[in-house]
């Protein structure tokens, strides 16, 4: 058990759905992320999260919101996603935004 | 052009071989990584590094600099050990630039 869960693990939703995605760390790290891997491209960094403060946002879509209540805990809210969406995002987290990094067993999200 | 190169892209292999799978990359790193993703989705950090060469069991993970040039070996391969690897370079700007990736599977 890696110490960063998320849920759900499988998710299927319509283009006008808004769901969201959570991600929990139980490692005492300040540092979190979202990333994206779709089928046969290389991983997409989405955000960074260092100290509940977002650092870093790599020209991702407005219809994905992520937020950050505290330094356990990452969400990312999902509202008018487009089919190319489905994918499997990751989320990981750190003690400091440039060490290992600890990554939960991701959701595979379906957009139909 | 990806700024990190894996290759090969697929590899199969017998149980018991030795496996090398390379890495280069064209960006000024602070950290070479190695991830390991399981089929279903999860990924482990395998290794983090910036110079010479860390082993964990049957892992062994090196880099040159120089050469910009990294390698992931695995000894004595097992089934178990089939799933994608991927290279990861991170800069100290904690920008990461991601390899596609090498689908290794071990027959046993």
């Known amino acids: 058990e890696t110490g960063v869960t998320q849920t759900p693990r499988h998710l299927v939703m319509g283009m006008t759905n808004k769901k969201s995605l959570k991600c929990e760390q139980h490692?005492?790290?300040?540092?979190m992320y979202w990333y994206k891997q779709s089928a046969k491209k290389p991983l997409e960094l989405m955000f960074v999260y260092s100290l509940e403060e977002r650092v870093e946002n790599n020209s991702v879509p407005s219809r994905f919101s992520p937020e950050c209540p505290n330094s356990s805990h990452l969400f990312l809210h999902l509202h008018t996603l487009q089919p190319e969406d489905s994918a499997l995002y990751l989320c990981?987290?750190?003690?400091?935004?440039?060490?290992?990094?600890?990554f939960g067993p991701g959701t595979r999200l379906t957009v139909l | 052009k990806n700024e990190v190169e894996q290759s090969p892209q697929n590899l199969t292999a017998q149980e018991g071989e030795f496996i090398t799978i390379n890495c280069s990359y064209s960006v000024g790193i602070s950290a070479l990584h190695w991830l390991q993703q399981h089929p279903g989705g999860g990924i482990v950090s395998l290794f983090m590094?910036?110079?010479g060469k860390k082993k964990h069991g049957r892992l062994i993970a090196t880099i040159n600099i120089q050469e910009k040039h990294s390698s992931l070996h695995i000894t004595a391969s097992h089934p178990r050990d089939s799933a994608v690897y991927i290279c990861?370079?991170?800069?100290?700007?904690?920008?990461?630039?991601f390899g596609t990736g090498t689908s290794l599977t071990v027959i046993p």
């Open positions: 590094l910036s110079s």
């Open positions: 990981a987290s750190s003690q400091e935004p440039r060490t290992r990094r600890y």
């Open positions: 990861a370079a991170s800069n100290t700007g904690n920008q990461f630039y």
């Open positions: 490692l005492g790290h300040n540092a």
